[in-house]
């Protein structure tokens, strides 16, 4: 992801070697190259008018170092602007103060979230955590057993509906798993839910019903970063039916341009953090918009 946006910047910084100063014109003509390579790269409009709004304004501005020549003095600008639209801070976890900490997953179908859902749970339990999978995902046949086929990969129990525990009623399942967890002492809940291939009205009523149901500390929209613009009018979609507090991008280590992954931090408010990068269940970090910045002016 990310190499043809990294290439043409690349080859708009390199327009700039040797030039003791930028004139008006230079600023010009480089804002113009960096909103093409944008553009191209799938973000979207608004985010890429302030994004060059922003570079413009502040290489006009008076920010002359004298350690930086203006090439420098450019990619350095381009490079706070991008880990500012990826989010500034990386955004952690935040744990409940008491009993356990639930996260609830959302997303469409086909998104990674029961293969996030292992992942999450795995790289807690690292940390020296004690969750619990919880399957929600009613509506498409193999989910629930592949919750427990990867939970069982990640050494992490996995909360199912059995015959008479709430079998049909995702709700239920959830509430039920509340209490097993603090019963077992499980310190996260992780919650999976049902998606649809597309946006619907009954998906969204149920997992806001389990989230009114769990009280999640953490609801995570769980986005495929290779489908697009198409990313954003579901964030936009799944923030007004269900909200959520934070953004997991799968499938970073796609072909895609990038755009959604650049433009949803922007377009949603909420900050993305956490990355998935494959299907094996290590394959999973924490999102660190200045890393992933680098990356991409590598
Ligand atoms: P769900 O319907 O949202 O629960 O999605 P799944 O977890 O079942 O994932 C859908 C498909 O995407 C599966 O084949 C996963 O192996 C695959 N997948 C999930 N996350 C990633 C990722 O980060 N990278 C790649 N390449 N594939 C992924």
Redesign the pocket.
């Known amino acids: 992801m990310f190499a043809t946006l990294s290439d043409r910047l690349t080859a708009t910084f390199k327009n700039l070697r040797g030039k003791g100063r930028l004139s008006e014109a230079d600023i010009d003509a480089t804002a113009r190259e960096i909103r093409i390579a944008l553009l191209e790269a799938d973000v979207a409009l608004p985010v890429v008018k302030d994004f060059v709004a922003a570079v413009k304004e502040r290489a006009r501005g008076e920010e002359v170092s004298q350690a930086l020549n203006p090439a420098q003095q450019i990619v350095k600008i381009v490079n706070e602007e991008l880990v500012s639209i990826l989010g500034g801070e990386t955004r952690r976890l935040r744990y409940a103060k008491s009993g356990p900490t639930v996260i609830m ?1 959302a ?13 999450l749970a795995l790289w807690l339990k690292e940390q020296g955590k004690t969750p619990l999978l919880v399957a929600c ?1 009613l509506q ?1 046949p193999n ?1 629930v057993n ?2 427990q086929v ?1 939970g069982e990969r990640a050494g992490v129990p996995v909360f199912a509906p059995e015959p008479g525990n709430g079998v049909g009623d995702p709700v239920g399942v959830a509430r039920a798993s509340i209490e097993e967890a603090k019963r077992k002492l499980h310190d996260v809940v992780i919650v ?1 839910t049902a ?1 649809r291939l597309g946006v619907d009205a009954e998906m969204m009523a149920q997992a806001a019903g389990i989230r009114d149901a769990v009280q999640p500390d953490e609801v995570l929209f ?1 986005v ?3 489908i697009g613009q198409d990313a954003l009018t579901t964030a936009q979609a799944f923030l007004d039916g269900v909200g959520y507090d934070g953004v997991v ?6 072909d895609a341009r990038g755009g959604a992954a650049l433009s949803i931090r922007h377009v949603t408010g909420r900050p993305v953090m956490f ?5 094996k269940l290590t ?2 970090d924490v999102f660190h918009p200045d890393r992933m910045a680098s990356r991409i002016l590598d």
């Not at 997303?107 to 292992?118: D, F, I």
């Not at 991008?249 to 796609?254: A, Y």
């Not at 990355?275 to 299907?279: I, K, L, N, R, Y």
């Open positions: 997953l997303g469409l179908q086909g998104a990674g979230k029961t293969t996030l859902a292992a992942k995902d498409r989910a592949q919750l990867n999976d998606g769980v495929d970063a290779m991008l799968t499938k970073l280590d796609g990355a998935s990068t494959g299907e394959d999973f």
